[in-house]
């Protein structure tokens, strides 16, 4: 096994392969507190990449309602629990990763779903931790929490499933760092659904390959966010790339999210995938909750978020989520607006940070109306 530096866990670790980071890395923010679980995205997804023959039960986006809710079934505990105990030393990681803790004669540590585990998508979902007793009404601040977790492949830089693959058919981009399997090479011994410890390998029966998440890696080629992206309701998501932590730019969202402000964390860094999805965590679920999910700065970037609307950077930069199609490799505020540029340096739009809010009277006078929209 070589060595390789995972920043996530701050150390060292144990890997099939050499580092090899890519020219670019396709990451992505998700902020957690704006999702409203409507599950456009997870249709967005179903209707471009697996609406065939063989792929029904594929969710390459799934939408799961934490504490409770998992897809497949219980993908998380099983894991957690296989790894037995997690120690941190402030944020190095001082357990094993899922590749140090395989077994012997395997590559990763991991375990494939049963058929019946696909058949839960919204398992738990709306369900709120604790018992909410009979005749019991809210009061603040309430006990009683869950919140929406939306999962995307990670497109990690140490990706289980190529690391697991025994014919080399899961490559990583060198161009973006976007991970697919070669449907041509695969052979469908499915050793990359048990490795990938987020469950978003999918196996077809039809086709006997497996197939996963492509990250529409042909509308980001073109400078377009991918589908789940786009089409978010709650504009949660924002893709962009990542660069490595003493690489960070101040003005790349991505980066600013994650090296500098650190508000933006990955899920689960203790399996040592170094995944690009980074979540901003739900400030009203406990930190201790957070921090099992996103590691140890989670109490922090909650902190952090708290704070937002006295940080009129970070403010600004969460109102770009969501505001255009185009990948926003750039940004910067000036007073009160807030612009994304894009690949060439070309502004692609702006956007104030307060809106001006026009109350119109209810009678209108002049054309003797009664208005019933009145802002
Ligand atoms: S579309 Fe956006 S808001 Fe709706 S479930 Fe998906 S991530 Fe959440
Ligand atoms: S999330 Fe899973 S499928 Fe995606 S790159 Fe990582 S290990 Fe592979």
């Known amino acids: 096994m070589a060595r390789v530096n995972n920043w996530q866990i701050g150390r060292e670790m144990s890997y099939w392969y050499p580092e090899a980071r ?20 997870t249709l967005a997804c179903k209707t471009t990449w697996t609406s065939g023959k063989g792929q029904e039960y594929m969710l ?15 993908y998380d505990l099983k894991l957690l629990d296989m790894l037995n105990g997690q120690a941190w030393n402030g944020n190095k990681y001082e357990g094993q990763t899922l590749f140090e803790s395989a077994p012997a ?8 779903p049963e058929q019946q585990d696909y058949a839960y998508p919204n398992v738990g979902e709306d ?4 018992q909410v007793d009979h005749g019991a009404f809210l009061s603040l601040p309430h006990m009683n929490w869950f919140f929406y977790l939306a999962r995307i492949c990670n497109h990690c830089t140490y990706p289980a499933c190529l690391a697991s693959c025994p014919r080399g058919s899961i490559y990583k981009r060198p161009e973006d760092g976007i991970v697919l399997v070669d449907q041509n090479r695969c052979r469908g011994y499915q050793e990359c659904v048990k490795g990938c410890p987020y469950k978003k390998v999918f196996f077809n029966p039809l086709t006997n390959t497996s197939e996963k ?24 998501r924002m893709a ?13 969202p991505i980066d600013y999210l994650v ?30 909750f957070n921090r099992q999910l996103f590691g140890p700065g989670a109490a922090e970037a909650m902190k952090i978020y708290r704070n937002a609307a006295n940080d009129p950077d970070l403010a600004g930069l969460l109102c770009l989520f969501g505001s255009t199609e185009k990948m ?16 060439g340096g070309a502004d692609l739009v702006r956007v104030p940070m307060h809106e001006t809010v026009h109350i119109r009277p209810a009678i209108d006078p002049m054309n003797q109306l009664v208005r019933i929209n009145i802002p």
């Open 22 to 41: 890519p020219k670019k890395q396709f990451a992505a923010v998700f902020d957690t507190n704006k999702c409203i679980a409507c599950q456009t995205c």
């Open 60 to 74: 390459w986006n799934n939408v799961e309602t934490k504490p409770y809710g998992s897809y497949p079934l219980a």
């Open 105 to 112: 004669g395997e590559r990763v540590l991991g375990w494939r």
């Open 127 to 130: 369900d709120c931790a604790n």
């Open 213 to 236: 998440c492509i990250a529409c890696f042909p509308k980001v080629e073109q400078g377009i966010q991918p589908q789940c992206f786009v089409n978010c309701i709650g504009k949660i």
């Open 240 to 252: 962009g790339f990542l660069n490595k932590p003493e690489e960070a730019r101040a003005d790349n």
């Open 259 to 288: 090296h500098i402000k650190k508000v933006a964390l990955p899920l689960f860094p203790q399996f040592g995938l170094e995944p690009n999805v980074y979540y901003i965590p739900p400030i009203h679920a406990p930190a201790s």
């Open 328 to 343: 926003v490799t750039r940004f910067r505020r000036q007073g009160d607006l807030v612009t994304a540029v894009g690949d």
